[in-house]
């Protein structure tokens, strides 16, 4: 039972960032009817933000997390501005190969500078307790809260905000939003911001979980990402949170009790079976197509 337990909590945290990264897709999906495939390098950029603030300006963790996150939203809202806007009425081939090809220059861009794995200062206290023989450490505390609280922020901002009654407008029917004054490309820009922003809030917090990083981290946890949003449902912000965290504990789970080279094998194939039987995923629902 101890057992299961520490491994609950692993899986609460491995959860809690594949949640934070799979609301970047599902917000871009929503809006622009897309998948940002270019999201799981800007995860990664994120952990070398982490890195370069806390190595170069010896920063703590909260000034580091927040420049992270900026910069992260930042350099989102440009490449949407850049490589994206020009092809919002292109054909949805052309807009997934841009996003890959953004994908491979970011990977490529950071490996001209760091080619070799880096190791992340440690910005935050090593502090462990004991509870009932479960091993609880301060780190994993602060992942699992900050990740729930930017969730709730997100899903409150969505829900009750008027920027978030615009998105959600966009959503339904962005041919007739421009007519009610709404200023699309603002609001499109505002969803990059906030979805990168959360993928850059998850890169910190994966770097000081795992404090070894590379270029290519992203690629492989971005298929996760991907996965845990179209688990939950893509396109709908709670059922992003789900999959993430339904994917987080079967990875730990499956590598807990069988062997841990199956863990992708087994998510991979989580994605298959729920496509087969439920193809809109957790709580998504089908599209209905305008004539």
């Not at 970011?106 to 440690?122: I, K």
Request: overall charge positive; charged content about 10%.
């Amino acid at each position: 039972m101890i057992y299961f337990l520490q491994q609950s909590l692993n899986a609460l945290q491995l959860g809690s960032i594949y949640a934070l990264i799979a609301l970047g897709y599902t917000m871009v999906y929503g809006i622009l009817t897309m998948i940002n495939f270019a999201h799981g390098d800007l995860f990664m950029v994120g952990a070398f933000f982490c890195f370069l603030v806390a190595t170069f300006l010896h920063l703590s963790f909260i000034p580091t997390l927040l420049i992270s996150m900026i910069g992260v939203a930042l350099l989102g809202v440009a490449i949407e501005r850049v490589a994206y806007k020009p092809l919002r009425q292109a054909p949805r081939v052309s807009a997934i190969i841009t996003a890959l090809g953004v994908g491979l220059f970011l990977e490529n861009f950071t490996l001209v500078f760091y080619p070799y794995p880096q190791s992340v200062p440690q910005l935050l206290p090593e502090i462990t307790w004991n509870l009932g023989g479960v091993t609880v450490s301060f780190l994993q505390v602060l992942i699992i809260a900050l990740s729930v609280v930017l969730m709730i922020i997100l899903d409150f901002i969505v829900q009750k905000t008027m920027v978030g009654m615009a998105m959600r407008a966009i959503s339904w029917d962005k041919s007739i939003v421009p007519l009610m004054g709404v200023p699309v490309d603002l609001i499109i820009s505002a969803t990059f911001a906030l979805g990168t922003s959360l993928g850059g809030a998850a890169g910190v917090m994966y770097a000081l979980a795992f404090p070894v990083i590379d270029p290519y981290m992203g690629i492989l946890i971005g298929w996760k990402a991907f996965i845990s949003a179209v688990v939950g449902g893509i396109g709908n912000i709670r059922g992003a949170m789900i999959g993430g965290f339904i994917l987080g504990t079967v990875e730990i789970m499956v590598a807990a009790y069988t062997n841990s080279s199956y863990r992708d094998f087994v998510a991979f194939g989580l994605l298959l079976i729920l496509l087969i039987f439920r193809p809109n995923g957790i709580l998504g629902k089908p599209r209905i197509q305008k004539v």
